[in-house]
C-alpha cells in the first residue's frame, strides 16, 4: 500500500500513554517482554503494543457475548402496580413501545441496548479475527470503525441509567413500584466488559500487520 | 515468547538463559468464564422454576394476554399464559399456560380454571381488583390424581371451590322460580351456603338444583330436613288475611332457599354428601306435605262461588283440612241449569291420625255414615273484607237426607246452600206468601163491615139510651132501689141492736128479754 515507514518500533522509541514524552526503549527489552518500562517524566508503564492486547480483547468480547444472553432474555424492570406484577425484558419493552405508537422511544431503546451493543460486539469481533489473520484489507476504514466503537460504546449506557433512575423515581408503594430485574445487571455488564474490550485493544496491530507484509 | 539475551556476559561458563515460550493461559480469561458460570447459573435458576406447560380451551379470550395474564390460586402467581391461539374450528379459543414448577401435583382431571373479571351481580360485587390489573385465570387446583395436560375453562365462575369445607347436597323441584346460580341459603335467615347449579332432569319432569352448605352449617342439613324456596316477597292473600314473608333483602332480588328440620319431629341422622331433597315452593308448604293420603271429592254449589279460589281452604269446625283444588262452571243438560263442580282435596289424616291405616272401603263406609248423621259442605265467608270463601264442612242434622254420588270417578259430597243464601231464600218465601196475600179484597171487605158498624152503633146507642132512661135518679126503679136500700139498712141496725143484746144477755134466747 505505501512504501515503508519508519514507525516509533522500528526506531525504538516509545510514546508514553499518559503525558505523551517520546523514549528511547532499553535496547534488549521488546514489545512481548514482562520487564516493565517506565517513563522516565511521569512513571507510567510504557508498552510498544498495548500487552496481550488480543488476549484480552478476545476473552472481554466473548464474556460481553456471554452476559449478552441472559440481559435480553431476563426481565429489565418489574413493575408492581396496583398488585399487578409484570416484567419486562428489553425486547419486550421496545415492542410495548412500538405497538403503542411511541416508536420514538422505542427506537432509542432499540438502538441503545440492542444495535449497539450488537455492533460493539461484532465490530470488535471483526477486529479481532481480521488482525489474527494479518489482514491487509483497509487498515484505515478497520481503524474508523475501532473509533467509532469507542465512542459509542458509552451511549449503552442510557439503558441502565433509565432504568435506575425509574428505580429511584417510581416508589409509589403499592400503587406502582418499579425494580431492576436481574437483566439489568448482566446488561451492565456487557456495556462495561465491551467499553474495557475497546480499551484494551490496540488499534496499531491493524497497521503492524501492514509494516510486517512490507518489510518481507 | 522471544529471544532473551543477556548480552553483555562474554563469559561462557556462565550459561544462557532458557528462553521459554510463555505457558499457561492469561488471567483475563478468568472473565469469560465468570460470566458464563454466572450466565449459566442464572439460566439453571430460570429453567428449574418452569413447570408444566398445559394448554386451556376456553369460549373467548376476552380480557386474556399472552404473556402477561397470570394463572392465580389463592392470589399467589403460579402460571403465566404464553400464547393464546384459536383452535382450527374457529370455535374456541387455546390458551396456553406455562405454569411454575411444582405445580404438577394439583393439575389433576378435577383442576379447573376460569377467567376472572368484575361481576357485579344481585347480591355480590367480586373481582374489582381486575378492573385496573386486568383479567387472570383462576384455579381450583385438586391435589392428588395423574397430571393432565388439557383442560376446558368454565365459562362462569364457579361457586364453590375444592378448598371450600363443606357438603353438597340435591334438590329436586318442580320449577325454576326465580333461583339462579349463587343464590344463597339461609338457615335460620343467616345464609350458610349458595346454589351452585341447576338443570332439568332427564326426563324434564323436575329441576335439579345443586347446592353447597359451608362447613360448619352443613351438619345442621339431617335427613329429614326440609328445604322451600324464600325467593322473593311471598304474599298470600288468603281466606286466613293478609301475610308477607320474606327471608332477606337478597333473595328477594336474587332468590334464595331456606331449611330447616320441622319443628315437631326429632332431627335426624346428619345428610351425606349428595343426599337429594324435595324443594318445597314455600315455608308452608314444605312442613303441611307431611300428610301423604289425598282425597279428592267433588261439591257442586248452586250459588255464586265469587271469591272461592283454588287453594281455598277446606275447613271442619274451624280447622284446615283441606284445599280447593279447582272451581269450574259446567252445563248439566238434564236441569237445563249450570252447576259448579269444585274439587277440592281432603287430607283425611288431619280428621283423625288413623285415617291412613284404614282401607279405602273402611274410610268411605266412615264417610257414608258421616253424610247419613248430616256431614255437608257449605261456602263460607273467611274474610268479609276481601269476600275470600272458603268450604266450611260440618254436621247439619236438619239437612234433607242425600247420599254419596259418583261423578267422573269422583266422589260428589252434599252440599248446602250458603249461609246468606239461606236467608235470602228465606226471605223471599215470605215476600212471595206476603204478595199472595189478598189486600184488596180485604180492603173492600173491611169497608163492608166498617158501614155494617156504622148501623150497631147507632143500635147500641139506642140501647144505651133507654138503659140511661131506666138508670135515671128520677126513674121509678131508682127510687124504688133506694127504698128498699133504705129498708134493708134499717133491718141491718135492728139486726145489729138484737145480736149486741144476745151477746151480753145469751140467757135471754130462753128466758126471754128481761125487763
Not at chain 2, 318445597?280 to 303441611?288: G, R
Amino acid at each position: 500500500m505505501t512504501d515503508a515507514l519508519l514507525t516509533a518500533e522500528d526506531a525504538g522509541l516509545l510514546s508514553c500513554h499518559s503525558c505523551s514524552l517520546l523514549t528511547r526503549a532499553k535496547s534488549g527489552a521488546d514489545p512481548g517482554a514482562h520487564e516493565e518500562q517506565h517513563c522516565p517524566r511521569c512513571g507510567s508503564a510504557l508498552h510498544m503494543r498495548k500487552p496481550d492486547s488480543l488476549t484480552r480483547t478476545w476473552a472481554l468480547v466473548i464474556a460481553a457475548f456471554l452476559c449478552y444472553i441472559p440481559a435480553n432474555l431476563l426481565p429489565m424492570t418489574v413493575v408492581t402496580s396496583l398488585g399487578k406484577v409484570q416484567s419486562d425484558t428489553i425486547m419486550s419493552g421496545v415492542i410495548y413501545f412500538l405497538q403503542h405508537g411511541e416508536w420514538p422511544i422505542g427506537l432509542v431503546i432499540l438502538i441503545a441496548s440492542v444495535v449497539v451493543p450488537l455492533t460493539k460486539l461484532f465490530i470488535l469481533v471483526y477486529l479481532l479475527i481480521s488482525v489474527q489473520r494479518k489482514s491487509q484489507w483497509r487498515p484505515l476504514e478497520r481503524t474508523r470503525l475501532y473509533r467509532v466503537t469507542e465512542a459509542i460504546g458509552r451511549w449503552s449506557m442510557t439503558d441502565i441509567y433509565v432504568v435506575t433512575i425509574l428505580v429511584a423515581l417510581v416508589r409509589l408503594g403499592n400503587l406502582a413500584t418499579i425494580e431492576a430485574g436481574i437483566g439489568a445487571i448482566f446488561f451492565g455488564g456487557v456495556v462495561v466488559l465491551t467499553i474495557i474490550a475497546a480499551m484494551t485493544f490496540d488499534p496499531r496491530e491493524i497497521w503492524d500487520n501492514m509494516e510486517s507484509t512490507n518489510d518481507r | 515468547m522471544t529471544d532473551n539475551t543477556a548480552g553483555n556476559a562474554p563469559e561462557n561458563e556462565i550459561p544462557e538463559a532458557v528462553v521459554k515460550p510463555r505457558k499457561g493461559i492469561s488471567i483475563v480469561w478468568i472473565i469469560p468464564i465468570v460470566a458464563a458460570l454466572i450466565g449459566a447459573w442464572v439460566a439453571y435458576q430460570s429453567w428449574s422454576e418452569i413447570g408444566p406447560t398445559i394448554v386451556i380451551t376456553f369460549g373467548n379470550a376476552e380480557g386474556l394476554v399472552a404473556g402477561k395474564t397470570k394463572i392465580k390460586y389463592k392470589d399467589v402467581e403460579v402460571g403465566l399464559v404464553k400464547q393464546i391461539d384459536l383452535e382450527k374450528d374457529l370455535k374456541h379459543v387455546q390458551v396456553t399456560v406455562q405454569m411454575n414448577k411444582g405445580s404438577k401435583g394439583f393439575l389433576t382431571k378435577k383442576t379447573r380454571f376460569w377467567v376472572v373479571k368484575a361481576r357485579i351481580s344481585a347480591g355480590t360485587v367480586s373481582g374489582l381488583g381486575t378492573l385496573l390489573g386486568g383479567a387472570y385465570i383462576a384455579i381450583d387446583p385438586v391435589n392428588g390424581g395423574k397430571f393432565v395436560k388439557d383442560y376446558v375453562g368454565l365459562e362462569a365462575v364457579p361457586i364453590v371451590t375444592t378448598d371450600q369445607p363443606g357438603q353438597h347436597f340435591q334438590l329436586k323441584a318442580s320449577r325454576r322460580g326465580s333461583l339462579d346460580v349463587g343464590a344463597p341459603i339461609y338457615f335460620r335467615q343467616i345464609q350458610v351456603g349458595e346454589v351452585v347449579s341447576y338443570q332439568l332432569s332427564e326426563d324434564a319432569e323436575t329441576v335439579n338444583f345443586k347446592i353447597f352448605v359451608n362447613d360448619p352449617h352443613h351438619i345442621k342439613v339431617k335427613e329429614n330436613t326440609r328445604f322451600w324456596n324464600a325467593s322473593g316477597l311471598d304474599i298470600s292473600l288468603s281466606a286466613a288475611g293478609f301475610n308477607v314473608d320474606m327471608e332477606s333483602i337478597v333473595s328477594l332480588v336474587s332468590g334464595g332457599l331456606a331449611f330447616e328440620v320441622p319443628p315437631d319431629t326429632e332431627p335426624g341422622k346428619d345428610a351425606e354428601e349428595n343426599m337429594v331433597f324435595t324443594l318445597y315452593d314455600d315455608h308452608t308448604a314444605a312442613f303441611e306435605q307431611q300428610i301423604t293420603l289425598k282425597e279428592k271429592v267433588l261439591l257442586y254449589f248452586g250459588g255464586s262461588v265469587r271469591g272461592l279460589t283454588p287453594g281455598a281452604p277446606v275447613e271442619f269446625r274451624g280447622i284446615e283440612i283441606g284445599e280447593v283444588k279447582s272451581v269450574e262452571l259446567e252445563f248439566d243438560p238434564e236441569k237445563q241449569d249450570f252447576v259448579i263442580p269444585v274439587l277440592i282435596e281432603i287430607e283425611p289424616e288431619r280428621m283423625g291420625k288413623n285415617a291412613a291405616i284404614f282401607s279405602e272401603e273402611r274410610r268411605m263406609a266412615i264417610l257414608s255414615a258421616y253424610v247419613e248423621r248430616g256431614f255437608r259442605a257449605q261456602l263460607k265467608t273467611g274474610n268479609l273484607l276481601t269476600g275470600q270463601l272458603y268450604v266450611d264442612m260440618n254436621f247439619y242434622p236438619d239437612a234433607e237426607e242425600e247420599e254419596i254420588r259418583m261423578v267422573d270417578g269422583y266422589r260428589v259430597l252434599p252440599t248446602i246452600p250458603t249461609s246468606l243464601e239461606e236467608i235470602t231464600k228465606g226471605v223471599n218465601v215470605v215476600l212471595d206468601k206476603l204478595k199472595a196475600f189478598p189486600f184488596d179484597k180485604i180492603g173492600a171487605d173491611l169497608t163492608r163491615t166498617l158501614s155494617h158498624l156504622d148501623t150497631t152503633i147507632v143500635q147500641a146507642e139506642g140501647t144505651l139510651k133507654s138503659i140511661d132512661t131506666i138508670f135515671a135518679e128520677d126513674s121509678v126503679l131508682s127510687q124504688e132501689l133506694q127504698k128498699s136500700m133504705r129498708e134493708l139498712s134499717e133491718t141491718a141496725r135492728s139486726l145489729r141492736i138484737l145480736t149486741d143484746y144476745l151477746e151480753r144477755h145469751p140467757e135471754a134466747l130462753l128466758r126471754g128479754k128481761e125487763k
